[in-house]
């Protein structure tokens, strides 16, 4: 391949070489990297199947599919997406407040936030079982005025599951509307476009990627939760029992392969959703590129 110089005169193009870095190369990294993800990740996941893999395939699909596993699946994987869409969208504007206005107490808020990672999910549960319940703050009203029980039913569950992960909503989506140049709304203002415009056109396209990471995130953090829905969920088979809990009753029972089985179903379900959101998001993106 040859380039032409300025005075006329033609000479080859030497390929360009990576530079080295300061960090060590691709090949350490790349080794490390596995080697991390094996010990801490794969392996253990591995011991799932592995344990399940002593009832048979019979004794793993008895398991499984049992009326009361399944009805904990569909409690379980039903609030997880109920509390990520609810999060999904008043995290978006709990971020919205906190970028774009400036108020007394500001701090404060923004504080608040980040409390469901610094509480123990235990006392998280008490608190919420404590303050919903027919005699508590909020859930004696709600009993008396709108005949409405939240502890100890699924509603109450899902509750727990929102506080728990509004703040990956909120931290995620937070630095991506900062960065968002407040220019190209008042361009699309001027061009005559409306609120509901601006925000479809300018802003969504923008945080989409950013809302995908944080439902993933609050619904990831939701399927596995167990401290703080223990408590406010009543705990009845059927009713209000979540996959976590039945896998600790199957423990007490000595009953480990049966928990492994239920174990792995909640891994593939788990990974099945995520990776069908990544893919949603990576999609999201290469549309992005096109479109610029």
Known sequence: MIAANPAGAQAPVRPRRNRPGVLPGFGLSMGYSVFY?????????????????GLGWGGFWETVTSPRVVASYQLTFGASLLAAFVNLVFGSIVAWVLVRYRFAGKQIIDALVDLPFALPTAVAGIALTALYAQNGWLGKPLQQWFDLKVAFTPLGIVIALIFIGL????????????DVERELEEAAASLGAGRWQ????????????????????????????????????????????????????????????GAAAIATVML?????????????QGWQSRRGGRAR
């Not at 801490?40 to 399940?52: E, G, H, N, Q, Y």
């Not at 703040?167 to 900062?178: A, D, G, I, S, Y």
């Open 268 to 280: 593939a379900i788990s990974f099945v959703l995520l990776l069908l959101i990544n893919l949603l």
């Open 167 to 178: 703040p990956f909503v909120v931290r995620t989506v937070q630095p991506v509307l900062e």
């Open 198 to 257: 601006t925000l479809r056109r300018v802003l969504l396209p923008a945080l989409l990627p950013a809302l995908s990471t944080g439902f993933a995130l609050a619904f990831a953090r939701a399927v596995g939760e167990y401290g703080s829905v223990v408590f406010i969920a009543g705990n009845m088979p059927m009713v209000s029992e979540i996959t976590p809990l039945l896998i600790i009753v199957k423990l007490e029972q000595f009953d480990y392969a």
């Open 37 to 53: 993800l094996c010990v801490l990740v794969l392996i253990p996941l591995a011991a799932l199947p592995m344990k399940s893999a």
